[in-house]
């Protein structure tokens, strides 16, 4: 009897999801209408998205995030990676507590914090400010949602494997590429998408540590929401959240595939 | 030789990051805690530097004898900062609390439906993860604001004569900061409660228990660990948090991110942002650290 679903179940997770999907919804909605009055609807247009494309601040905005992102995304996957594998693999060295609280404690620490402190860093060592920095300061936060996201799959990991590539003569960084890597390529990639909207999101970070000329799109909206809602930044908005949930449905689609095929060929195999 | 190079690169995993970080996350602290201690100027960067590298010992401990607490003594005395503090916290924890209270429903829902549905369901949960923090909060403006579609939908209903005024006041940061941090509530509970023994409550209510018995005496404790870690990740961020109350907020809305923000921004006083900085962190040390206890706990057991 317990094991039902309850109408109490399905009440809390059907208004749980409105809750989260309405608003979205809601904007995504009202960047298609005609009427500038974001909250009035005049009928359907597509005539925001016209506008935010002529609109060469936000278009080149858009360009240094996807520059900043992109970068960033990659350096983090590899920095993130190697982090996880330390700390799995190496379960005594000097300072690993050291290293496993500043893996853990970016996740928590508040953006204000995190990006004063580079901006100071930087300043410190006189590195002027610009898009550079804002890669630098992404990729380290980002990294160490890649290290918690790869490690995760590592715990669950089957050293014997790799052993057994060692045992039988590969070195270790062959073992690695041969064996570990393809084994936990799904993590390293949902790593890299997480590292790439984690630096596609991040406003208050680049705004300490960016410069003239490295406005980010994050940075543009901010300046422009302060001053009213704009259904061209509805339109902005709905081809961002259209971009990263595609993104993220073809990836799980593909993963899901991929697993599917493997259990068919794990079973194949225990039958033959 | 190649033995020492195959070790070279094999230590290489661990020196890299851990290079990184100690230069990008570890040192950038100790420049907030030099710069909290030293005197604003007027000059670009705005601040008397304090202690430089180059000078060498001898010239340390002349910097290190002219470090002052000025810094932290006007944070003490202007009212602002300490309201701010307080008020963070107790917004933080209120959110947390109004955040459980959704999340544990939701989260509950989740792991007793359709062992077919919750693969989708947990997609649902992560997808709203993955699209803009900026993008959602700013979602809310055009639902909250006076001529916004809440009081639209709601002077259509009859429920209200008056369009109600949400947005820019503290009430709108509560629903920005649950529906932004909803997602890192339900994960952990969901993780959590899935992974539960069924048949605790089978024997439960053999043995003559209610449900809702059950409930307390057998899931509610099972899932602290989950609640626990749900909590953290949702309060610890939130008192920093600068983007919702600055957007959401209205003018009385204190929150300590907003504040020192415009500290470093408009009034440009490094030194000052940098001792609000400071005590922001010794705030946040302890619940950071029981997190990071709790998050190695998890891990011991999970392998």
């Known amino acids: 009897m317990n094991r039902a679903w309850s109408p109490f179940n399905v009440t809390s997770v059907v208004a749980g999801f409105a809750f989260l999907y309405i608003p979205i919804l809601l904007l995504i909605i009202y960047s298609f209408n005609e009427s500038k009055l974001v909250t009035v609807w ?25 520059r900043v992102a992109l970068v960033s995304a ?80 590592l715990a669950g990991l089957d050293r014997s494997l790799e052993e057994a590539a060692l045992d039988l003569g590969a070195t270790p960084i062959r073992a690695f590429f041969s064996v570990t890597l393809p084994i936990i390529a799904p993590a390293v990639l949902a790593g890299w998408m997480l590292a790439f909207t984690l630096s596609l999101d991040d406003l208050v970070i680049a705004q300490f540590n960016s410069g003239p000329g490295a406005t980010t799109l994050p940075m543009k909206i901010f300046s422009q929401v302060r001053l009213g809602v704009t259904p061209e930044i509805n339109a902005v908005c709905t081809i961002l959240v259209g971009l990263v949930a595609s993104g993220v449905i073809i990836a799980s689609v593909t993963m899901k595939r991929r697993d599917v095929r493997r259990m068919r060929a794990e079973q194949l195999a225990a039958r033959g | 030789m190649k033995a020492v190079w195959n070790g070279v690169v094999s230590r290489s ?26 005197e604003p100027a007027i000059s670009i960067p705005p601040y008397n530097p304090v202690l430089t590298l180059a000078e060498g010992p001898a010239g340390w401990w002349a910097d290190i004898k002219r470090f002052s607490l000025e810094n932290y003594v006007f944070i003490t005395q202007d009212s602002l900062y300490w309201r701010s503090y307080l008020s963070s916290v107790w917004i933080a924890f209120v959110s947390t609390f109004l955040a459980l209270l959704i999340g544990y429903p939701l989260a509950y829902g989740m792991a007793r439906a359709p062992r077919t549905l919750r693969p989708l369901l947990l997609m649902l949960v992560i997808l709203p993860f993955w699209t803009s923090f900026l993008i959602r909060v700013y979602a809310w403006i055009g639902i909250l604001k006076k001529e916004g579609l809440l009081n639209q939908f709601l002077l259509w209903a009859h429920v209200i004569t008056e369009p109600l005024t949400i947005l820019n006041t503290t009430t709108a940061v509560y629903v920005g900061i649950v529906y932004s941090y909803l997602p890192f509530m339900v994960l952990p509970l969901y993780a959590n409660l899935e992974r539960q023994d069924l048949t605790l409550l089978e024997a439960a209510s053999d043995l003559g228990c209610t449900r809702t018995q059950a409930f307390w005496k057998i899931t509610w404790p099972l899932s602290l660990p989950g609640v626990l870690a749900g909590c953290f990740l949702v309060f610890i961020p939130v008192v920093g ?51 990071q206890r709790s998050e190695a706990r998890s891990r011991e057991a999970a392998s």
């Open chain 1, 42 to 66: 005049a009928g359907f247009s597509v005539k925001w998205y016209a506008a935010a494309f002529a609109n060469e601040a936000l278009v080149s905005a858009a360009w240094v995030t996807l």
């Open chain 1, 74 to 153: 990659t350096a983090a996957t590899i920095l993130g990676t190697l982090a996880a594998l330390a700390l799995a693999k190496f379960t005594r060295f000097r300072g690993r507590f050291l290293f496993s609280g500043m893996v853990y404690a970016p996740l928590v620490m508040p953006e204000v914090i995190t990006g004063l402190s580079l901006l100071l860093l930087f300043v410190a060592m006189n590195v002027d400010r610009g898009i550079e920095t804002v890669i630098m300061a992404h990729i380290t936060f980002s990294m160490c949602f890649v290290a918690v996201v790869v490690q995760s799959r």
């Open chain 2, 13 to 38: 995993v661990i020196w890299l990051p851990y290079l990184w970080l100690l230069i990008f996350f570890l040192a950038p602290f100790v420049m907030v805690a030099k710069l909290s201690l030293s």
């Open chain 2, 241 to 291: 948090e600068f983007v919702i109350p600055s957007l959401l907020g209205g003018a009385d809305t204190l929150m300590i991110g907003r504040t020192l923000f415009d500290e470093f921004f408009l009034n440009r006083d490094w030194p000052v942002s940098s001792a609000v900085a400071v005590i922001l962190l010794l705030i946040l040390v302890v619940p950071i650290m029981l997190f």
